[in-house]
């Protein structure tokens, strides 16, 4: 058995904000087209009642657009992430993930309503020591 962990620093700070088992890598939207599509909206309607009917409220993807994606780590425990910040909700129902120590951004994104974080596998590391 391979415990392989993987470890995440901060592209701009080099803090560590992952260092754990290697979490599902998975295919989801960018978080730039995610901000761009805005009928994603949030609605609350104060309370919800329900209506003995089993409905799963998805919402409807209307897939005509085509949707950039790319590959993320998938992770649903917060408390695997070493150091990070998550943002307030933001209008396409996702927070952005950011380092915990610079607050700089995005290292991915959580969704809110699969309850998934997914931090970018494409985070660039600094490069070694120097800061010109
Ligand atoms: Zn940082």
Redesign the pocket.
């Given at each position: 058995m391979t415990n392989t962990k993987l470890r995440v620093l901060?592209p701009?700070?080099?803090?560590v904000?992952f260092n754990n088992a290697t979490p599902q890598i998975v295919e989801r939207p960018t978080i730039r087209s995610i901000l761009r599509s805005k009928h994603t909206t949030i609605e609350q309607e104060g309370t919800q009642q329900q209506t003995g009917e089993l409905d799963t409220n998805d919402t409807d993807e209307t897939l005509s657009i085509p949707v950039a994606t790319e590959q993320y780590y998938s992770i649903r425990d917060p408390f695997d992430f070493d150091n990070v910040s998550v943002s307030k909700a933001l209008p396409s129902n996702i927070k952005l993930l950011a380092?915990a120590?610079?607050?700089?951004g995005p290292l991915g994104y959580f969704d809110i309503s699969a309850k998934e974080y997914l931090m970018l596998r494409t985070i660039p590391t600094p490069p070694s020591s120097k800061q010109h």
């Open positions: 901060c701009h700070c080099s803090s904000v380092c120590d610079c607050d700089k």
